[in-house]
C-alpha cells in the first residue's frame, strides 16, 4: 500500500564549489493523482550521476538547470501503481526519469518498460542503461578501438569507465584504468579484467602510466579532465583518438582550471571529440543487444553502490564527486521487491 505522502528532494539554492546538504531541501506532499493518459509510478530505484552537478548551476549547458524549488531531476526506475495509459498497466516495471522524488506521475514519454527475468531493474540505470550507452557509443564510435591498441580509461571502476574497460578487452585491446584507490585499481584488474590500473592519488602518474601502456596510447576515453587528461597527451600515439565523455575533476570548479598543452594533439595527428550520449539514441538498439548479451555471457560484469533512501541521495551526490562512491552510485527509494529487497 502507498504511503500517504510524496517525498521529494528540491534544489534549495544554488551551490558555490562543492555542494552541500543545505543546497537541497526535503519536502512532502500529497502523491499526485494520475489523470487520464498518465500513469502513477512509485521510485524504487534513484540513479545518481555527475552531470547533476551542472544541473545545479545557473545558465547555460547542454541541457536546461534545475530551478530553486524544482524537484531535483534524476533517471529513475519504477512501478506502475496506477495506470489510465493504454501503454502501461499496472505493476509494470518502467525506467524513467522522475527525479529525486517518491511518486511521480507522467504521461510515459520516454518512459520504457522492464522485464525483471530478463537483468536487474537496476542495471537500467548503469550498465544497460545511460552510462553503459556512454560508454559503448564513445568507446566504439569515437575511439574505434583495434584489436593489440592500448586503451586508457579514468574513473576506470565508475559506472562509464568500468564498461569502457570490459568492451576494450572484448575488442581485443589492452585496457588500463586510472582511479582513485587501491580497492578500485584491485576490483578493475582482478574482477573486471583490465591489463592494469594506476592510482592517481597514490602513484606518480606519467612514470605508472608509461609502465602500464608499454606502446603508448591509441584511445584515451576521458571522464576526468584535468591533470589526468595532461599526462595522457604525453603518450599518445600516432592517430589516436580521445572520445571527451566527461570532467568531473571540474564540475565543483569555481574559477576554469587552465587547459593542458595541446601540443601532442597536433604532432600525433590525434583526434578528439566531445559527446553527449543523449545525441545518440539511433545506437541503442545495438547497445543493448550487444551489452546485455556481455552481461548474461558474464564478458560485461558491473558493481553497484547503492545507498539507502531518497533522505540519503545528497549526501551521495556529494560523495560522487569527491570519489566516494565504488561502482554505479544508486538510491533505493522503496524495495526491490523483484529481488526481495
Ligand atoms: N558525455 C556524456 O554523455 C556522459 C554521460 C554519462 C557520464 N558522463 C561523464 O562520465 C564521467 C563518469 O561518470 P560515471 O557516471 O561513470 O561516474 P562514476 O565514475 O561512477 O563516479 C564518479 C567518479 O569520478 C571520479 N572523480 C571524482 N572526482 C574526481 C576528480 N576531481 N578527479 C578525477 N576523478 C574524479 C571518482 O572516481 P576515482 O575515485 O577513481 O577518482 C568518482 O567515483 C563523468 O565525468 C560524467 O560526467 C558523460
Not at 95 to 106: E, K, M, N, R, T
Request: with cysteine; hydrophobic share 40%.
Amino acid at each position: 500500500m502507498a504511503a500517504a505522502v510524496n517525498r521529494q528532494v528540491l534544489l534549495r539554492r544554488r551551490p558555490s564549489g562543492a555542494p552541500t546538504p543545505a543546497d537541497f531541501e526535503i519536502t512532502e506532499s500529497p502523491i499526485p493523482e494520475a489523470r487520464e493518459g498518465e500513469i502513477l509510478c512509485r521510485t524504487i530505484y534513484l540513479s545518481l550521476d555527475p552531470y547533476m552537478r551542472g544541473r545545479m548551476n545557473e545558465g547555460r549547458s547542454y541541457a536546461a538547470s534545475v530551478e530553486l524549488g524544482q524537484v531535483m531531476v534524476g533517471g529513475t526506475v519504477s512501478q506502475v501503481i496506477e495506470s489510465k495509459s493504454p501503454a502501461f498497466a499496472k505493476g509494470d516495471f518502467v525506467v524513467g526519469y522522475d527525479g529525486w522524488q517518491a511518486y511521480a506521475v507522467s504521461k510515459g514519454a520516454g518512459v520504457r518498460k522492464l522485464d525483471p527475468a530478463q537483468a536487474p531493474i537496476s542495471t537500467a540505470l548503469g550498465v544497460l542503461g545511460m552510462p553503459g550507452m556512454t560508454a559503448y557509443v564513445g568507446l566504439l564510435d569515437i575511439g574505434q578501438p583495434k584489436p593489440g591498441e592500448t586503451v586508457v580509461v579514468s574513473a576506470a571502476s565508475g559506472a562509464v569507465g568500468s564498461v569502457v574497460g570490459q568492451i576494450a578487452r572484448i575488442k581485443g585491446c589492452r585496457a588500463v584504468g586510472v582511479a582513485g584507490s587501491s580497492e578500485k585499481c584491485d576490483y578493475v584488474v582482478k574482477e573486471l579484467g583490465f591489463d592494469a590500473c594506476v592510482n592517481y592519488k597514490s602513484q606518480e602518474l606519467l612514470p605508472a602510466l608509461k609502465e602500464a601502456c608499454p606502446r603508448g596510447v591509441d584511445v584515451y576515453f576521458d571522464n576526468v579532465g584535468g591533470p589526468v587528461l595532461a599526462v595522457v597527451l604525453r603518450l599518445l600515439n600516432q592517430n589516436a583518438r580521445i572520445p571527451l565523455c566527461g570532467l568531473i575533476s571540474q564540475y565543483n570548479a569555481t574559477e576554469l582550471p587552465p587547459g593542458p598543452n595541446l601540443g601532442p594533439i597536433l604532432v600525433n595527428r590525434a583526434l578528439i571529440k566531445g559527446f553527449i550520449v543523449s545525441d545518440q539514441m539511433d545506437r541503442a538498439g545495438a547497445f543493448r543487444a550487444d551489452c546485455a548479451r556481455w552481461v548474461r555471457e558474464g564478458a560485461l560484469k558491473y558493481r553497484e553502490d547503492v545507498v539507502e533512501g531518497l533522505d540519503a541521495a545528497p549526501g551521495a551526490l556529494i560523495g560522487l564527486l569527491a570519489g566516494k562512491n565504488f561502482g554505479k552510485l544508486l538510491v533505493r527509494v522503496s524495495s526491490d521487491r523483484t529481488r526481495g529487497a
